[in-house]
């Protein structure tokens, strides 16, 4: 069952039957069509052509923006979406498989309403393969398995990188910049930011309000080539929501409190960097309030053309900005120049805030239910989020300027070569190095990750396994007889589990649910997974540690049945690859080789 709350304009569709034009406090959106309602939502986008609704089970359905209470969603005929996104005059979809389609304007003049394969069109053949996609007003950014970053569309304010007066536009995608981590934008907007493996940002495109944060000096129309973004506030960056003329920034800083602050820059006529100023922003600046409590934790923004919305772990729906539809969810139509909380219903899932989203149109905004949209992560993300909780640290290191560094021992030791020196050799490299290639050091050595510093992995290289997946060190942790390092217990009705405690944490750290209760147990023993079958929970404890499937287990449509309960259950939805998705796949398998024989 989902639980859908709307807000804002509600013309161009007309998506609630029977409500004004202006829907000023969140009600409950439900389907015409009550097959529809029994389908779990993973996405929802407002653009101005259409409002698109994608499903978990890689469907999607799409309202046109036109004035007819009458009218059916229509079918997208793609199959195995993964994402979708809108700009105003753009939508693009990706899928399982790594391709994108898309349509509009600026992406095929011949044919602005068929979605086409923009991935197959990239020159290089090998880097097509597509891992995330973000839409602007007219253009489309790809991000591929490569780490490289395509735009394709409108360039008519540089927002792809290019003067406008050589590139106007783009109907093939064109390589922007490579080794890129993340690649930032908005519905609304002609400009983006684009993040490397280092956590350097480059920023592109309009620039009339300072939308870029790059400094008053820089207030010009457009910036036409990639430019490096000073001055921004420690910590790692989250995420990054563009509007029409301002940009939000989320920032994480382990060291402060809360940890997690709001920063935003550009237009400030409708209220929309929530800060009590009378000109533009020049540079990314905090935006203060009560509201973020120190214990409250940010959990997504999302901007629309000049409005913003905030998602907190205490439950708190905030939002702040231009009003004018009542898309702020306020109960009127007035702008905030604040940060204001919006009063909501009662939601049906409300102990699962985590799980619920956020999703800003041009002029109107969703709150909704998706276990499946949290982010997705993988061992290597989660190896380096370990690396960082330094309270279970246990071996410490000391960089030339004499700072020092935690690591966890049971890790080194698997990811080092098998020989005792190799932590002596650490040690000795680490003295020579500064605080941040230390750091940079051991995120290589937790994920193998050689991008993000190739000159000093290749320093590293010899004392590390640099050949071996951690997928292949995380199982060997696993599958080691040593019991000094099982040092905790899932006790079932028939046996009991021993597992590293470290490598649960690690695991935990994301797919808060089935382990959450790791961090607080003084006894290291959990007894609350009787409900789950043997093969179930053996399917659950050996994906835990590889993101594999065990090949001798013969996968019924019974243990598909189970898991997909445990999976909501326990909440274990942010994996890549997809747990379920692996037992389908192998489920098919096994059936069509019946079938061949």
Known sequence: MNDCLFFGKNTRPILIKNEPD????????????????EKQIKQILIGIFS????????KAIEYLNKNDSNQNPEKIQIENIQKVTVGVRNEAILTKEGNVFAKGKYINTDNPNQFINISSLIEDPNDRIIQDIVSAWSSIYLLTSNQNAYGIGSNEKCQLGFDSETLEKTEKPILIMKNVS??????????????????????????????????ESRKEEEIQKLTKIQNIPKGKIIDIKCGYAHSIMLIENENENPKRKLYSCGFYRYNEIGQEYEEDSYKFTEIKSSLFENDDNILEISVGRDHNLILTSNSKLISFGNNWYGQLGTG?????????QIELPKLRFNENISNYHISCGVDSSFLYYSPFLSPFSNLEEDLIKLFRRK????IS???????IIEAHKLILKYR???????????QEIISKKSIKESNQIFEMIYSNNSKINPKLYSEIKEIINSNEKIEETIKRIYLNENENEKDFIIERKEKQYKFPKLILIMRSELYRGMFLSVTNDTSNKVTDYSELSNKSFQIFEYWIYSNQIKNEIEITQEIINEIEIGIDYFQLNQTNPNLFDLLINKFNNQNQNKNKN
Not at 332 to 340: A, G, M, N, V, W
Not at 397 to 403: A, L, Y
């Open 22 to 37: 202006k829907i000023t406090r969140p009600i409950q959106f439900k389907f015409e069509n009550e097959n529809e309602n």
């Open 51 to 58: 409002t698109i609704f994608l499903f978990k089970n890689g």
């Open 182 to 215: 993340k690649i930032f934008s908005g519905n609304s907007s002609n400009h983006a930011f684009l993040l490397n493996s280092n956590q350097e940002l480059f920023g592109c495109g309009w620039n009339h309000y300072s939308q870029l944060g790059l400094g």
């Open 332 to 340: 009127d139509t007035k702008s905030q120049l604040s940060p204001i």
């Open 391 to 394: 309270e279970f640290c246990n």
């Open 397 to 403: 290191f000391k960089t030339k300027n004499g700072e």
């Open 416 to 426: 080092l070569n098998q020989n005792e020196n190799q932590i002596e050799k650490l």
